[in-house]
Structures are given as structure tokens and as C-alpha cells.
């Protein structure tokens, strides 16, 4: 898939759990897991909002666009 999910990245560089980020982003933590594997098919503009708030970052901080042929390399 050509969406790239950076969200344990952002975690990471913010040193907070998945249980906090689930506490704070009111999401559960099976749905936070899928967001932070790359398995979603979708995400909502609130959770985004959410997500970019309790981190302090961009959305792009979070989605990177990769291109198919750059996937093949």
C-alpha cells in the first residue's frame, strides 16, 4: 500500500505508550494497534485531529505517500 504509517515513529520520538496515546486519543487499543501497523483501510479526520493534538505533530508527521515503484525498489 502506498500510505505509510509512521505513527510508532511519532511515539517513539514523543516516549508515550500505546495504552497512554489510547487513554489520551479516547480510541481503543486494537484500533490503535491496526492504525499503528499500517492494517487500516481508513482513518477518521477526528482521530487524526485527535492524534496530531496529543502528539504535537503534523498529519504528515504520521502519513507518508510512497509510491508504488519506490515500493518495488
Do not use: H, W
Amino acid at each position: 500500500m502506498p500510505i505509510i504509517v509512521n505513527l510508532d515513529v511519532m511515539m517513539a520520538k514523543r516516549k508515550i505508550s500505546l495504552n497512554e496515546l489510547s487513554e489520551k486519543v479516547e480510541l481503543t487499543l486494537s484500533n490503535l494497534s491496526i492504525l499503528k501497523t499500517g492494517k487500516a483501510k481508513a482513518i477518521r479526520f477526528s482521530t487524526l485531529e485527535a492524534i496530531c493534538k496529543s502528539l504535537d505533530c503534523q498529519p504528515s508527521d504520521i502519513l507518508e505517500y510512497v509510491s508504488d515503484d519506490k515500493l518495488d525498489e
